[in-house]
C-alpha cells in the first residue's frame, strides 16, 4: 500500500492536535492504517497529551502497526516525568506482553500514580516473566480496594510462582495491611494453586490483627485439604467475625470423597528462609493533602474528596475552568501557535487549526474539571463529577504561565 505524500502526512501530524476529538480521532487511524513510520515519534508524543480516551486507545494501536523503532519510543516514555505518557506507553506494552520488557516495567509497578502503577501490574502479568513477582509483593496493601484488586489479578496470573513471596508477606510483613493483602490473593488463587500455603494460612489465624485472622480463615476455606477444612470447623464456635465466617464456610465444606481425592500439592520454596521480608507499607504512598481541595455537596463527597485532593497533588491546575483562564492568556497562546505553523509552512487555514487545537490543549493541561482524571482516566474532572451533587469550591492552584513552554510537564 502507498503511504500518504509529505503533504498529507504533515496534515495528519498537525490534526493529532486538533480541537475536535473526532478528527483527532479520524488522524490516528488515517496514520495507523497506513504504517507510516515517520509518524511513529508524533504519535508516542501524544500519549502525555492526549486527553480522550477513544482516542487515546487508537494511539495504541497505531503505534503498535508501527515498526519496532517506535517500539524503542514507548519504552523511553516508560521515564516520562508526564504521567498520562508512562500510563499509555505501559498500556500498549501490556498489549505486546513481551518477557524482555517485564525488567523496564519494573520501575512503573512503584509508579507514585495510582492508576500507572496498576496498569503496570497487568503490564508485568501480561509478560509473564515471575522475575516481576516481588515487585508486586511490596505492593500489597496499597491504594483502593479496587486498586488492591488489580493487583490480586496480576498476582493470579503468576499462580505459583507467586505463593512463595505470598507466604513470605503473609508470614513478615511489617504492615497488617499487606498481611491481609496476602491471605486475600491466597485465598482468591484458591485450590489447588494455594495449597501449599496451608501452614501459613494456619499460622496466621493467631495474628494479632483480626482482619489479618479473617483473611486466613477464609484463604483456609478455598483449600481442599482435610487438614484445612478441619481447622475451619474448629474455629465454628469462635465469637464474632472468625466464628461467623468459620460457619458460613462449613456450610460449603467440599464432601469428603472430594478432600480425599484432592493431592495436596506441595513447594519446598514456601517456607520461612525465602528471600527477604517484603517492604509492602501502606506509607509509602502518603494519601494527598485533602485541603489541597475544597468542595461542597451530595452524599458522594467523602469518597470524591480524595480524589480531587490526588488530582490536584499530580496535575497541578491552575485554573478551576475554561471561564477562568484570561482571555488573554489564551490568545497569547492562539497567536504563538498560528505564528509558528505559519513558519513552519502551513496555510492560513491549516494554522488556524493548529493554533485552535493549540488553545484547546492549554485547556486541558491548566483547568482542574478539564483534565483528564488521575483517578479515573477514562473521563475529564467533570465527568467524574457530573451527577454526584459535589462542586469544587476552591484549591491550591500552581502557577499559570502564559504559554507552555514545550511540552507540558504534569
Same mark, same amino acid.
Given at each position: 500500500?502507498?503511504?500518504?505524500?509529505?503533504?498529507?502526512?504533515?496534515?495528519?501530524?498537525?490534526?493529532?492536535?486538533?480541537?475536535?476529538?473526532?478528527?483527532?480521532?479520524?488522524?490516528?487511524?488515517?496514520?495507523?492504517?497506513?504504517?507510516?513510520?515517520?509518524?511513529?515519534?508524533?504519535?508516542?508524543?501524544?500519549?502525555?497529551?492526549?486527553?480522550?480516551?477513544?482516542?487515546?486507545?487508537?494511539?495504541?494501536?497505531?503505534?503498535?502497526?508501527?515498526?519496532?523503532?517506535?517500539?524503542?519510543?514507548?519504552?523511553?516514555?516508560?521515564?516520562?516525568?508526564?504521567?498520562?505518557?508512562?500510563?499509555?506507553?505501559?498500556?500498549?506494552?501490556?498489549?505486546?506482553?513481551?518477557?524482555?520488557?517485564?525488567?523496564?516495567?519494573?520501575?512503573?509497578?512503584?509508579?507514585?500514580?495510582?492508576?500507572?502503577?496498576?496498569?503496570?501490574?497487568?503490564?508485568?502479568?501480561?509478560?509473564?516473566?515471575?522475575?516481576?513477582?516481588?515487585?508486586?509483593?511490596?505492593?500489597?496493601?496499597?491504594?483502593?480496594?479496587?486498586?488492591?484488586?488489580?493487583?490480586?489479578?496480576?498476582?493470579?496470573?503468576?499462580?505459583?510462582?507467586?505463593?512463595?513471596?505470598?507466604?513470605?508477606?503473609?508470614?513478615?510483613?511489617?504492615?497488617?495491611?499487606?498481611?491481609?493483602?496476602?491471605?486475600?490473593?491466597?485465598?482468591?488463587?484458591?485450590?489447588? #494453586?494455594?495449597?501449599?500455603?496451608?501452614?501459613?494460612?494456619?499460622?496466621?489465624?493467631?495474628?494479632?490483627?483480626?482482619?489479618?485472622?479473617?483473611?486466613?480463615?477464609?484463604?483456609?476455606?478455598?483449600?481442599?485439604?482435610?487438614?484445612?477444612?478441619?481447622? #475451619?470447623?474448629?474455629?465454628?464456635?469462635?465469637?464474632?467475625?472468625?466464628?461467623?465466617?468459620?460457619?458460613?464456610?462449613?456450610?460449603?465444606?467440599?464432601?469428603?470423597?472430594?478432600?480425599?481425592?484432592?493431592?495436596?500439592?506441595?513447594?519446598?520454596?514456601?517456607?520461612?528462609?525465602?528471600?527477604?521480608?517484603?517492604?509492602?507499607?501502606?506509607?509509602?504512598?502518603?494519601?494527598?493533602?485533602?485541603?489541597?481541595?475544597?468542595?461542597?455537596?451530595?452524599?458522594?463527597?467523602?469518597?470524591?474528596?480524595?480524589?480531587?485532593?490526588?488530582? #490536584?497533588?499530580?496535575?497541578?491546575?491552575?485554573?478551576?475552568?475554561?471561564?477562568?483562564?484570561?482571555?488573554?492568556?489564551?490568545?497569547?497562546?492562539?497567536?504563538?501557535?498560528?505564528?509558528?505553523?505559519?513558519?513552519?509552512?502551513?496555510?492560513?487555514?491549516?494554522?488556524?487549526?493548529?493554533?485552535?487545537?493549540?488553545?484547546?490543549?492549554?485547556?486541558?493541561?491548566?483547568?482542574?474539571?478539564?483534565?483528564?482524571?488521575?483517578?479515573?482516566?477514562?473521563?475529564? #474532572?467533570?465527568?467524574?463529577?457530573?451527577?454526584?451533587?459535589?462542586?469544587?469550591?476552591?484549591?491550591?492552584?500552581?502557577?499559570?504561565?502564559?504559554?507552555?513552554?514545550?511540552?507540558?510537564?504534569?
Amino acid at each position: 500500500m502507498q503511504g500518504p505524500s509529505t503533504t498529507d502526512t504533515a496534515r495528519l501530524l498537525d490534526l493529532l492536535g486538533d480541537a475536535d476529538a473526532d478528527v483527532r480521532l479520524q488522524a490516528v487511524l488515517d496514520l495507523g492504517q497506513a504504517r507510516h513510520g515517520p509518524a511513529a515519534p508524533a504519535l508516542v508524543e501524544r500519549f502525555a497529551r492526549e486527553w480522550d480516551f477513544q482516542v487515546r486507545e487508537a494511539l495504541t494501536w497505531a503505534t503498535l502497526r508501527m515498526d519496532d523503532t517506535a517500539l524503542s519510543m514507548v519504552r523511553t516514555a516508560l521515564g516520562d516525568p508526564r504521567w498520562p505518557a508512562r500510563l499509555q506507553a505501559t498500556h500498549t506494552l501490556s498489549k505486546v506482553g513481551a518477557p524482555k520488557d517485564t525488567v523496564r516495567l519494573l520501575p512503573v509497578v512503584d509508579d507514585p500514580v495510582d492508576c500507572v502503577a496498576a496498569r503496570a501490574y497487568w503490564a508485568v502479568a501480561q509478560c509473564g516473566d515471575p522475575v516481576a513477582v516481588p515487585a508486586l509483593v511490596d505492593q500489597l496493601a496499597r491504594g483502593t480496594s479496587e486498586h488492591r484488586n488489580s493487583l490480586l489479578v496480576a498476582l493470579d496470573a503468576f499462580g505459583g510462582e507467586a505463593v512463595p513471596a505470598l507466604v513470605t508477606a503473609l508470614r513478615h510483613a511489617p504492615a497488617g495491611g499487606a498481611r491481609r493483602h496476602a491471605a486475600d490473593v491466597l485465598a482468591f488463587m484458591g485450590a489447588p #494453586v494455594a495449597d501449599p500455603a496451608e501452614p501459613a494460612l494456619v499460622a496466621a489465624l493467631d495474628d494479632p490483627d483480626e482482619w489479618v485472622r479473617i483473611a486466613a480463615l477464609n484463604g483456609l476455606g478455598q483449600l481442599r485439604t482435610t487438614t484445612a477444612w478441619e481447622t #475451619v470447623e474448629s474455629r465454628t464456635g469462635s465469637d464474632g467475625r472468625p466464628g461467623l465466617l468459620a460457619r458460613r464456610l462449613v456450610e460449603r465444606r467440599p464432601p469428603d470423597r472430594v478432600l480425599a481425592r484432592h493431592r495436596v500439592r506441595t513447594d519446598p520454596r514456601v517456607d520461612d528462609a525465602v528471600g527477604p521480608p517484603p517492604t509492602a507499607d501502606p506509607g509509602r504512598w502518603p494519601e494527598p493533602d485533602h485541603d489541597l481541595v475544597t468542595h461542597s455537596g451530595g452524599p458522594l463527597a467523602d469518597r470524591l474528596g480524595p480524589m480531587l485532593a490526588l488530582q #490536584v497533588a499530580v496535575a497541578r491546575p491552575a485554573y478551576l475552568s475554561r471561564a477562568e483562564v484570561p482571555v488573554a492568556v489564551l490568545g497569547a497562546v492562539h497567536d504563538d501557535a498560528h505564528r509558528a505553523a505559519i513558519d513552519d509552512g502551513r496555510d492560513a487555514v491549516a494554522a488556524g487549526r493548529v493554533a485552535a487545537g493549540a488553545v484547546e490543549q492549554y485547556v486541558h493541561d491548566h483547568v482542574f474539571e478539564e483534565q483528564m482524571s488521575v483517578a479515573d482516566p477514562g473521563k475529564l #474532572v467533570k465527568d467524574l463529577l457530573r451527577g454526584t451533587e459535589v462542586a469544587i469550591l476552591d484549591f491550591v492552584r500552581a502557577p499559570a504561565p502564559r504559554t507552555p513552554p514545550g511540552p507540558t510537564t504534569w
